[in-house]
Structures are given as structure tokens and as C-alpha cells.
């Protein structure tokens, strides 16, 4: 295979298309692959090869790294609990200002409501209270963990992403060995027959 660098569409569809006719074998497949990891040039001929060799959510995304995935779910996560606390804070000032209003003014009276009944005990009212806030740190500590499940997901993608950039390293290598190789027999052979 010629050079990634230098590969026009013209010749990356012509691959394409012997990818798709089964006439590559693995290694013209594994070269092709790489070349296609990098490669800039889109066709739909190329795009639909890329999506064959599972290269569409690389080459849609080259530039989001797992840092920025790995910040964009810890941000999310810091939300959650962000909203958690802030409803946490909120029922405590309630019960807080309607503790001291009802010590400060024994006329005041409060009347809770859940689940559309009529609540008259301060203590379960403070059990709900104490539900809300339990349920909250519950949900708080699930986004956690599905945060961090999300964040390995990711480191392994890079470490696959580096593993597939090295073996595509590899192969060039050893592909402009060969074209050398396949170089020197010829000239050797030209100028014997000379």
C-alpha cells in the first residue's frame, strides 16, 4: 500500500471497494485499516468502509479525548449532587424556620401534606424529611458510581485508541520495509537482465 500521506480518494475508494469485493487479504485489510484511521479524505464509498471496521465512532470523534469525556462526567456527577445538597438545604431551612416560628409564636400553626393527607405529627413529618434526604444521598451516590463506571469505560477506549495507533504504527513499518524490499529485488533484477 502506498503512503497514507499521499493515498488520493481516488485510491482509498479503490481500496474501499476491494475490501468490500473480498479481494484484500488480512494483512491489505489491517494496512487499510490503518490507513483509514488517519486519513482525512470521506467519501461515502470511505465512510461506509470505516463504519464496516468499526472506525466511525474514531474517525467522528478524533478529537475528544478521554480527559474530556472523563471532566464532562465528573461535571455531571457534581450536578447531581450539587441538586441533592441544595434540596437537602432547602428542607432543613424549612424545618429550621418553622421550628423557630413555632416556638417564637405558639398561635402559628403549620399543616403538612403528603401524598395529598393531612400530616399533624412533627415527627412524621421529620421521618419524610429524613426519607427525602436518605433517597437523595442514595441517588447521589448511583450517579457516582455510574460516573465512575463511564470513566473507566473511557480509559479503556484510550488505552484501546494508543493500542490501535501503535499497531497501525507497526504496520506502516513493516509495509515500507517490504515496498524497499520489493524495491531492491527489482532493481537487482533489472540490472542482472541488463
Known amino acids: 500500500m502506498d503512503n497514507k500521506d499521499n493515498m488520493t480518494i481516488e485510491q482509498l475508494e479503490r481500496l474501499a471497494q476491494a475490501y468490500f469485493d473480498c479481494e484484500l487479504n488480512r494483512r491489505e485489510e489491517e494496512e487499510l485499516k490503518a490507513v483509514l484511521l488517519f486519513a482525512e479524505a470521506h467519501s461515502a464509498l470511505i465512510d461506509e468502509c470505516r463504519l464496516a471496521m468499526g472506525l466511525e465512532s474514531i474517525a467522528a470523534h478524533p478529537q475528544t479525548s478521554a480527559s474530556t469525556v472523563r471532566h464532562r462526567f465528573k461535571f455531571y456527577k457534581w450536578i447531581a449532587v450539587a441538586a441533592c445538597l441544595?434540596?437537602?438545604?432547602?428542607?432543613?431551612?424549612?424545618?429550621?424556620?418553622?421550628?423557630?416560628?413555632?416556638?417564637n409564636n405558639s398561635e402559628t400553626i403549620i399543616t403538612v401534606?403528603?401524598?395529598?393527607?393531612?400530616?399533624?405529627?412533627?415527627?412524621?413529618?421529620?421521618?419524610?424529611?429524613?426519607?427525602?434526604?436518605?433517597?437523595?444521598?442514595?441517588?447521589?451516590?448511583?450517579?457516582?458510581?455510574?460516573?465512575?463506571?463511564?470513566?473507566?469505560?473511557?480509559?479503556?477506549?484510550?488505552?484501546?485508541?494508543?493500542?490501535?495507533?501503535?499497531?497501525?504504527?507497526?504496520?506502516?513499518?513493516?509495509?515500507?520495509?517490504?515496498?524497499?524490499?520489493?524495491?531492491n529485488r527489482i532493481n537487482k533484477y533489472t540490472t542482472s537482465t541488463n
Open 86 to 103: 441544595a434540596a437537602i438545604a432547602a428542607t432543613g431551612i424549612i424545618m429550621l424556620t418553622t421550628g423557630e416560628q413555632l416556638q
Open 113 to 183: 401534606y403528603a401524598n395529598g393527607k393531612r400530616l399533624t405529627d412533627i415527627d412524621q413529618a421529620q421521618d419524610i424529611a429524613m426519607s427525602r434526604y436518605n433517597e437523595c444521598i442514595a441517588l447521589a451516590k448511583k450517579l457516582e458510581y455510574e460516573a465512575d463506571m463511564r470513566l473507566k469505560r473511557a480509559d479503556k477506549l484510550q488505552q484501546s485508541n494508543s493500542e490501535i495507533y501503535l499497531q497501525a504504527m507497526r504496520v506502516q513499518t513493516q509495509s515500507e520495509a517490504t515496498e524497499a524490499s520489493i524495491i
